[in-house]
């Protein structure tokens, strides 16, 4: 069935540093790809998608690009703050179907 | 606020009681999605509905059942609780079709004593 592999964490990173969290996907089809972000005691919220190959999702400076020969989606910001502490969530889906999850990684930004 | 409501917001009851969880979707959404997060299994699909019909199921329990009203509220049912089914369980929705992205609920938080 389709799965979803995320780097574990937690992820620690002072302010201003690069981040990248590397989420791979196996599915049958095209799935499109998203990456979800749950802050503290909170819901989660859609933060970047990509519906095909090498589109590139973007959205408070993160990006990520799906990457079909490598079926990999992997998320990234040039520079974190510490209101980015957070769990990120990579997810995939098919056609009017169910999101398949990544099992999340804590990021935590110190100042 | 990602227009999914789901009520209550935390519940807590006993071993081999029986709860409801509410969940209204997005206005327009016809589809519905549950979800249980856990610390052991993570994120885990339980069931989809669609205008009514379900849809998709995934790792839902026997003894959890879901509908979707006319209305397209949805409900969750969770019966004869143990220790184990404490947890978050989302609510999303989304409008059909290949790109459309689920919209979360803030989730209800069920601790089973």
């Given amino acids: 069935g389709d799965s979803v592999t995320q780097m574990e964490g937690p992820v620690t990173l002072s302010e201003e540093a690069c981040l990248t969290i590397n989420c791979t996907y196996t599915a049958t089809g095209y799935p499109s790809l998203f990456w979800y972000v749950q802050y503290p005691g909170e819901g989660l919220q859609l933060l970047l998608k990509a519906t095909k190959a090498d589109d590139k999702g973007?959205?408070?400076?993160?990006?990520?690009?799906?990457?079909?020969?490598?079926?990999?989606?992997?998320?990234?910001?040039?520079?974190?703050?510490?209101?980015?502490?957070?769990?990120?969530?990579?997810?995939l889906r098919q056609y009017g179907n169910k999101l398949v999850f990544g099992a999340g990684t804590i990021l935590r930004v110190k100042s | 606020?990602?227009?999914?409501?789901?009520?209550?917001?935390?519940?807590?009851?006993?071993?081999?009681?029986?709860v409801t969880l509410r969940c209204s979707p997005r206005s327009g959404d016809l589809s519905v999605y549950w979800y249980q997060q856990s610390l052991d299994q993570g994120l885990q699909f339980l069931i989809q509905y669609y205008n009514g019909e379900e849809r998709a199921k995934g790792?839902?329990?026997?003894?959890?059942?879901?509908?979707?009203?006319?209305?397209?509220?949805?409900?969750?049912?969770?019966?004869?609780?143990?220790?184990?089914?404490?947890?978050?369980?989302?609510?999303?929705?989304?409008?059909?079709?290949?790109?459309?992205?689920?919209?979360?609920?803030?989730?209800?938080?069920l601790t089973v004593v």
């Fill in chain 1, 58 to 91: 973007s959205n408070k400076g993160f990006e990520a690009t799906y990457r079909k020969e490598t079926t990999s989606f992997h998320l990234e910001k040039g520079s974190v703050q510490v209101s980015d502490s957070a769990v990120y969530f990579c997810a």
């Fill in chain 2, 1 to 18: 606020d990602s227009g999914v409501t789901q009520t209550p917001k935390h519940l807590i009851t006993a071993t081999g009681q029986r």
């Fill in chain 2, 59 to 109: 790792n839902i329990l026997e003894r959890f059942s879901a509908q979707q009203f006319p209305d397209l509220h949805s409900e969750l049912n969770l019966s004869s609780l143990e220790l184990g089914d404490s947890a978050l369980y989302f609510c999303a929705s989304s409008a059909e079709g290949g790109a459309t992205e689920a919209f979360f609920g803030q989730g209800t938080r």
